[in-house]
């Protein structure tokens, strides 16, 4: 059947063109038909999957019996999307039908294999051909599609000297020969210039062109209308008219041209020139959906996902990914990742997301970090060791990808490091972050290289190329701003513009700790895009913001945003929850329940913390712990349960593999390290606990309490001269920084006769304790020198005013210092100083809990000294210090019983 269409005799002349070249292309009201048509009139365009799997296996046979021009529609398409791959698909089946299609002769095959050599870019090879010139040569008297081709030839200069008169003519002869796609170049090329010879105005050639476009209504129709809809959107033969582009593409969606649904959803979703039309664009998207377009697949997906144009719906959402994935769509792979691990909550969650990682592992052209990706899953599912060695290859895969990605090359390194034997070894790491510095300049690797030469290697510490990366690190200026959290009320644009802008910078590429910060002093004033970050940091921020509450002693803020922390999925909440809950005092029934059930979920996943926690509240001891949670320490165990698992191994190679495992991950801080040495210790391997007493030395930031515990740990764990020289040289080195611990060790050893100190020295150093000293450790220190010899004590009273010291924490409630006061007051004739001042100090060191008060208060009560004579009162407080472990008041107790 051919279209009819009621046509002016203007629009089916010739009119010559007497005035000037236009410069703007015209305006044609070329409107699709009214035909009674069905639905399923068009055979649309098939996807990508669908040509694959038909054309994947053909070997030159025959090409099946659907329509030639079906046929040579699949090979055009192939040869669109793929040239090179499909090369020789394309010349079998093109060799094929010249045998067997009467309808497909010379002049076919020779354009075709023309148009697939200069697509594949073989170039050389078309030159060796002769087709080039074979097409010229058969162009003049030959069909239209000839001269069309050798008109694009002769125009680009593809093949041979470009002449683009020549060109013009071979167009002029096809479109006098009613060629549609010629007359649509000839009125391009007429805007731009004079044309001889071309008596065709504009918008009559428009109409001609657009006639043999639009054809008979065959299967091919659509395709047809398809191109038709482009001439009216891409304003080059015709002025723009996106309405009548519309008009066309509704035509043909309403023929059963799912390619034209898609266009329509397009135009409809961009809304830039027609009118939007939110239930055209489902509508026509669903068509183009249903007809497994994976694009059109894709975009329906991504607005069910997002619930913004439609309800949201996850399922359908997913569903559409997986049958796209079905269909070797490499986006829709990469969108059941993100889908996958934005819900990977749970078991479920992550199988889900595991098997859209395999997924896409299992597909040709893998992206790297999908291997990185699945590396990390491993490690969650199978445990940090049990998967170290699957993840290690999957990490070595990804790098081989894309040897400029980072995240692989960090988490390679971190698993190499746990084997590293030789210097060797140590190198490749060292390489290896080395390599992730170099890519992108992050912080992280650099971080990493600094633990390595503080305490993660065979060789550590290495102080100064631990510096080296630090100084490098701050170089980068990536460094996490901290705040000091009263700073944070104080911090303004004013003040210090710049703290500001770096905290924003970071807040904006979503660092949690910096974006806590950020909405802290600007909880008021953050812009829409701002407060939408916020939200979309999730449990990270929720973690940041617990510990900016805990910093500024706010408990109950810290537990309720690791409780939503916890909720939103965020790994690590629940431990620092555990944390928080275990150093509560006096924890109530339903908190201890929440403690013990966090605390018992943690240890068996391999958690040190909760299970020390798990002893210390009473929920299990050590010997039913190791026994209970020993293959959840092999399977994931962190440094905390490795160090607590060291003791019950009994196998050498097991010991050492836990050892090498709690060296490749341990924090390189001077507690853990100090932690670690008294492990070792235990354990019997003393060749090792100096390097982890010089790596704690070498990681210290100076602090009197790091120094003084260094110096308690060589003292206990090396016990050598040198060992007790270096102790020394610490302790007074937190002494001279104003540590009162560093002053109260060196006073000890001096009392127990260990190290040698002048009188003299003493003294000051006893002055200088006592003025530095929290008030409620005055009273231990002066007690302390009631046992130091007498010219000591001397220069310390000719100092110190006792009485003014014991009064001041006595104030403060210290029961000691009420105590001592006490009898201060007992035996002075001062004024004020009474007997009813005496009993007043005793009662309230007694009511602090103090033994010795409890006694002397009963011996007041008996005797009437400051207080009213009562035996009552008296057996009363007797009993009490005996009780609390007085001895002479469990004696006089006994007595008078």
Known sequence: ???????????????????????????????????????????????????????????????????????????????????????????????????????????????????????????????????????????????????????????????VERDQDRAIDLWRQAAYAGDGASLLRMVELSYERDLDDWDIAPDVAVTMALGDLLGDLDPRLCDRVNRIAAVFLDGEAVAPDPDLAEDWYRFAADLGGHNAAWNLAEMHREAIEVEKDNDLMMQSLRQAAGFDLPYAMLQLAAILERGALAEQDLAEARALYEEAAGFGDPTARIRLVNLARDRADGPEGRDRLAAALDRMIDAPDTPGWAYVQRGDLVMVEDGRWAGADRAAELYRTAVEIDPSLSAAQMRLAGLMLRETETEQDLLDVVSTLRNAVYVDGQTEPMQDLQAIFRCRSAVAPVPSEAEYWTRMESFAGDTTVEVDPGRLDELTVEDDPMTLARLQSQAVNMRSRSLANFHEVLPGGASDAMRRMTREAGGALFVAEAKLALNRGDVGAAEDRLGRAIDAGEPGARAQLVSLLADTKDLDGDRRARLVTLARDLAAEGNGAAIRTLIEIGETDPDAAWQRYSDAIARNGDVDALLFALPYLESASRTEEYRNRIRSTIDCTTSKALEYARVLQRIGADDAVGQWIDVAEAVSGGDGWERVAIGDAMRELGGGDADEARALALYRAAADDGYSVGLRRLLSLRQDGEIEMTADETARMSIRLLRIADTEDIPVILNFLEYSDPQVRRIVNAEIDRRALYAEAAENGNAVAQLELARIVRDSDAEGDTSDRYADLLRRSADGGNAEAMYLLSQAYAYGVGVEQSAAQSRRWLTAAAEAGNETAASTARMIQ
């Not at 039908?97 to 354009?111: G, I, K, M, P, Q």
Request: proline content about 7%; hydrophobic content about 40%.
């Open 1 to 159: 059947m051919t279209f009819t269409r009621a046509l002016s005799a203007t629009a089916l002349g010739f009119v010559a063109l007497t005035g000037p070249v236009r410069a703007d292309p015209v305006s044609v009201p070329f409107d699709p038909p009214r035909v009674e048509a069905g639905s399923d009139t068009c055979l649309p365009r098939p996807p990508q999957h669908v040509l694959t799997e038909r054309w994947q296996d053909y070997d030159g046979g025959p090409v099946g019996g659907r329509d030639i021009a079906l046929i040579r529609r699949d090979l055009r398409l192939l040869r669109q999307n793929d040239p090179e791959r499909w090369f020789d698909t394309i010349e079998a089946a093109n060799d094929r039908l010249l045998e067997v299609v009467d309808s497909y002769d010379e002049t076919n095959r020779l354009l075709d294999r023309l148009d697939l050599l200069v697509a594949a870019g073989r170039m050389a090879e078309l030159a060796e051909s002769g087709l080039v010139d074979r097409v010229l040569e058969i162009a003049p008297s030959g069909t239209t599609s000839a001269k069309r081709t050798a008109a694009d030839l002769l125009f680009e200069g593809t093949g």
